[in-house]
């Protein structure tokens, strides 16, 4: 089983923190459309033929597109790959274009799953963030999926917003929490290059949390979700709503990604677009899509995805994989850590504690290995 992932690039506005590729030119969405068809008839081979078990709708803002533009995606995916049919397919929205009208019209099409960018409840935090949608809409949007048919529902929420107070971020997960959204996923707010969020931080103009109140914002999410299965670090799922298509990146599952500067993956190589819709549509129309490829580094890759789930990293499995050599480096370097309360040695796992999961970063880096 497989998935594909189709980057969306179009957006209204750019969000002050986004980092992902994302451009404001929707005279270009229909070359984009046609391209993104063009490019699954290029790689069609790409999987193996392996059954398409989920289809990820991503962006930019996926709900920019009309019905019609969806409609002929997935025509195009139903008619290039073999599809299960109890495939999960996610559709990536902004509160503000899920009105009635446009919720009804997606229900013809395939989609069973609709993620949704909410962020945050707080208006003064959606205000800081650039968000184009208030707290009134995003609850809208939320009751329209619902009574619309849709009960496999994700949202996005952010902490560690600039001028966020812990009972402020108590209210948010209350909020989210009382409406039994199926699923929660849950990012702290970093700071990236290039972000004007980043350069407004540079200049003075917004303060970082601290990491103290980070760290209670951490611990207070998850205690708040009760009922809620802790599956990833940044991920939390009602019992049957753990999302399938994120896992099979964790599962180190092949993947197809199409669009501009969307990511590959088939076990013998990754492979990434280039970051730029004109460069990717000219590509596209020569038959030579503009990517470059790298060999995975297996070891590092299967810490990193593996420790950022609750089931954690297998070590009879690094024994078998990566041989007797890297399982003793692994728990060498994995001693400090179980020692300081960010890290358990349970039976076969090596597994986060709460207390690590919070430095996560710190502790997938020690246990990398750069000479192989």
């Known amino acids: 089983m497989s998935g594909i992932y189709i980057h969306v690039p179009f957006c209204v506005v750019r969000c ?8 404001a030119l929707p005279h270009l969405k229909d070359a984009w459309l046609r391209a993104a068809i063009r490019e699954m008839e290029l790689r069609r081979d790409y999987l ?6 989920t289809i990820y709708i991503g962006g930019g803002t996926p709900s920019q597109l009309s019905a019609a533009d969806l409609e002929r995606l997935f025509s195009a995916v139903y008619r290039l790959f073999p599809v299960d049919s109890d495939a999960e397919i996610t559709l990536e929205a902004n509160p503000d274009d899920m009105t009635a009208a446009y919720v009804g019209s997606l229900r013809s099409l395939p989609i069973n799953r ?20 208030n707290s009134r809409r995003a609850r809208q949007a939320i009751g329209d999926c619902i009574r619309s048919g849709y009960d496999n529902i994700s949202i996005d929420l952010i902490y560690g917003i600039p001028g966020q107070s812990l009972q402020g971020w108590e209210a948010n997960l209350k909020e989210a929490a009382g409406l039994r959204i199926p699923h929660i996923s849950a990012y702290h707010l970093t700071y990236e290059e290039g972000t004007r969020l980043h350069s407004m931080l540079e200049a003075g103009q ?5 990491e103290d109140d980070s760290a209670d914002m951490f611990d207070l999410l998850v ?10 670090i940044s991920n939390f799922a009602l019992p049957g709503r753990i999302s399938r298509h994120n896992s099979s990146y964790w599962e180190e599952k092949k993947y197809l990604g199409i669009g501009p500067s969307a990511h590959s993956y088939n076990i013998e190589t990754r492979s990434w677009n280039v970051a730029s819709l004109s460069d990717y549509i000219e590509g596209i129309n020569r038959g030579k899509p503009i990517l470059e490829t790298e060999r995975p580094h297996y070891y590092n890759e299967y810490v990193m995805t593996a420790l950022r789930t609750s089931r954690g990293i297998e070590v009879s499995r690094i024994a078998a994989r990566f041989g007797e050599d890297t399982l003793s480096f692994i728990l060498r370097q994995s001693e400090s850590f179980i020692a300081a309360g960010m890290l358990e040695h349970k039976a076969d796992r090596l597994v986060l ?4 999961i919070f430095v996560s970063d710190a502790v997938i880096r020690a246990l990398f290995r750069e000479d192989f």
């Open 353 to 356: 504690t709460r207390k690590g």
């Open 16 to 23: 002050l923190y986004c980092d992902f590729y994302s451009t």
């Open 48 to 53: 193996g033929g392996d059954t398409v078990a």
């Open 223 to 232: 205690d708040s979700l009760d009922g809620y299965e802790h599956y990833e």
């Open 114 to 133: 609709i993620s949704m960018g909410v962020q945050s409840f707080d208006e003064a935090d959606l205000h800081l963030l650039g968000r184009r949608h």
């Open 206 to 210: 917004v303060q970082a949390v601290d």
